[in-house]
Each structure stands twice: as C-alpha cells, then as structure tokens.
C-alpha cells in the first residue's frame, strides 16, 4: 500500500471510529512513516551524553538501497516484521513466511500484533505503536502471497500478468522491470546453497516481496491476476487479485482495531453515504496524490464521519527536522515528546517483539 491509504486512509479511518483529529494523525503519520524511515543513523551527541539511535523500517528501491535490499539480515529486520508480516501457516520456513490477511482465521500472528498494540496503547508512544501496527496489518491484505525475504516463492511468471481494464498501465509495468529487471532484480535466495549442485539451483534465484508483480498489489482499484513461477506445494499457481475487495477487507479490520482503542466495540456497519463513498475512493484510478485526494474530499464533504473536516497535510522531511533537533532538546527527558523520537521507541519494541518472540512462538524462527 501507498500514501493514500497508509496517511489518508489511516485518519479516515481513526476518525470514522471516534478517535480524536490529534490522536488520529499521530497515528496516520506513524503508519506512513514506516515508509519513511529509510536509513539506520545515530543522531548527533546530545551535550549530556545521549546517544539516539534510529534504525530504518523501510528501504527505497534506488541504487543506493540495493547493498540493504540483497542483505538476507536486513530483509529479516525490515521487510519481515513491517512490511510483510508472516502467516506463520505451512511446512517449510520459506512457506511460514508468506505473507497472509490479517483476518485469514489460520492467522494467528496478525490477531497477536493487534493485541500488542492496543496493550501498549497507554504509552507515550502508544498511538505511534498503533500506527505501526495499523500500517503492518493493512499490507498483510495487499502483500498477501509474498514474503519478505527474497524466495522462489515469489517469483512470477512475467508475462502472466494481466491487468483488467487497465492497459494503460501495461506500459508501466514493462518501464518497472526495465529498470529493476523481472522478478524486481534477482537476488540471491534468504536460503544459502549448501553445494554447488544447489547453489545452481537457488543462487541468485529469489524474488524480494511483491518486486516480481511492480506495484499491482498496492494499487486500490486494480483486478489483476498472475501466476506463480514455481508451484511450490500451492493448490493453484494462478491468482485472480481483486484490489478493492482486498482493500475493503483492510479497512473494516483497521475500523474494528481503532473502535477498540477507541474503547468501542470491535465492528459496526457502516452508514450509507460511509460505504458509498469508501467504494468510490477505493475505485479511483490514478497516482497517489490523486488516491489521497479522493479520501479528502470525502472528509471534507462529511461522507465519512457525518461531519466536515480536514487532513492536515503530511510532511515527509518533518522526521528528519525531529532527528536534527534532538541535540538541543533541553532538559534531555522532554526527548520523549519528539514525534520520531517515540516513532523509533515504537518500532523497536515491535521489532523485537515480532522477530523475538511472536515469530519464534509460532514456529518461525529467523533471528
């Protein structure tokens, strides 16, 4: 998933629970800044001696990413636990991985890191945690079928994909693979050859998350549908992906999971002129911004909550402004109320909380 439905569909919907405008943001900043926070650092010395580490929860696809993108560790550290949430179902390690729906009821993971979240919600960095929370669980309904790790499992058959009604975005895809290449660049497979005979075999033959598909699954509007490469014990190797039922289902769980911070009940209907305008906004065509837009204008025509409103705009630098500015906190404890300051203590509680103890707990063992 992109902007759209990690900053404005996260407000949207914290709103359309009853969660306040300023706790509703926090959240939806924290759920985008997942995707923000590309690079590992230690902020500058604070002058009584702190030391603010910061460590990335997400890699851009750029030449300067790609060392981090081929590191079998950092693909554990980052696309595993924020990006492609493990299953935890099958046999094989490389199967547990797969990313499935949070609301798939063999699901037992995704059920674990809602619970985290909304137990850890009276924290000073609990909207923040929610946030992430919020940002993981919804990718599990896009992402859904890949992993974070590069696999076999993920490899597509290029030339499978066949995008309904959409073949002005054939051209895209086909500039996608021309620059990362099919498969979304080979790198080497998370599993490591143990001989030559296999190193022909799995050397250099894994795909990383959804690269072998480009974007299809973050694009609300999209009927799609692909096949696997490799069978790889699956009942089909075909796919038919219907984005917008697939989006529909992430926002009645995220609905459920801010209802619940909100001290509400967990589901409730949505009224007719909510469900309506969700359909158009997850029906929209068009780039990001324009996805965005279309949740705003439903805000502020009061389609959404019953009243008009709006988002306030996101700034994508305003962590890096937060990390600059650490240094000349004063007194040193009122670190705690920097927004990326608590993004960071978020994440690395959740980190290690999935990769520590929830995976492990649930037979997938990676770190």
């Known amino acids: 998933m992109q902007f759209d439905f990690h900053y404005c569909g996260t407000y949207s919907l914290a709103r359309m629970a009853g969660l306040s405008p300023d706790d509703a943001r926090r959240i939806a900043v ?17 002058p009584e001696g702190a030391r603010f580490t910061f460590r990335a929860t997400a890699h851009k696809t750029t030449m300067a990413s790609l060392p981090q993108l081929r590191d079998p560790v950092d693909q554990i550290a980052v696309w ?9 179902i099958g046999g094989e390690l490389s199967e547990k991985l797969v990313c499935v729906p949070a609301d798939d009821p063999k699901n037992s993971v995704a059920p674990a890191v809602r619970s985290f979240a909304l137990e850890n919600k009276g924290r000073e960095y609990g909207l923040e945690m929610l946030g992430i929370a919020a940002h993981v669980l919804a990718d599990t309904f896009a992402h859904q079928g890949f992993s974070g790790v590069s696999s076999r ?12 009604g959409q073949s002005g975005l054939q051209d895209l895809l086909l500039a996608f693979f021309r620059k990362h290449g ?20 799995e050397g250099s033959t894994g795909a990383l998350g959804h690269g072998a598909v480009a974007t299809c699954p973050d694009l609300p509007y999209l009927d799609w549908s692909f096949r696997y490469e490799l069978d790889m014990g699956r009942s089909s190797p075909n796919v038919l992906r219907r984005n917008p039922q697939e989006f529909d289902r992430a926002c009645r769980y995220l609905g459920s999971l801010f209802r619940r911070c909100a001290g509400l009940a967990g589901g409730a209907e949505l009224s007719p002129p909510a469900a309506q305008a969700l359909a158009r906004i997850l029906g929209t065509a068009g780039d990001k911004d324009q996805r965005g837009r279309a949740w705003c204008d439903a805000l502020e025509r009061g389609e959404l909550t019953g009243q008009k409103e709006r988002i ?18 004063s007194p040193l404890a009122k670190a705690r109320e920097n927004p990326t300051f608590r993004f960071a203590q978020a994440a690395a509680l959740y980190r290690d909380f999935v990769l520590r103890e929830l995976l492990p707990s649930n037979g997938v063992v990676v770190t």
Do not use: C, T
Not at 80 to 88: E, S, Y
Not at 153 to 164: D, Y
Not at 183 to 199: C, K, M, T, Y
């Open 80 to 88: 595993v636990p924020f990006h492609f949430l493990p299953g935890g």
């Open 30 to 46: 924290a759920a985008q800044l997942v995707d923000e926070l590309d690079v590992s650092s230690v902020a500058p010395a604070h």
């Open 312 to 329: 306030a705009p996101y700034d994508g630098n305003a962590w890096r402004a937060d990390v600059a500015g650490l240094p000349e906190i």
């Open 153 to 164: 499992r993920n490899r597509v058959a290029s030339e499978s994909i066949e995008m309904k």
């Open 182 to 201: 099919f498969q979304g660049g080979l790198i080497e497979n998370f599993r490591p050859a143990v001989s030559w005979i296999s190193d022909l075999a």
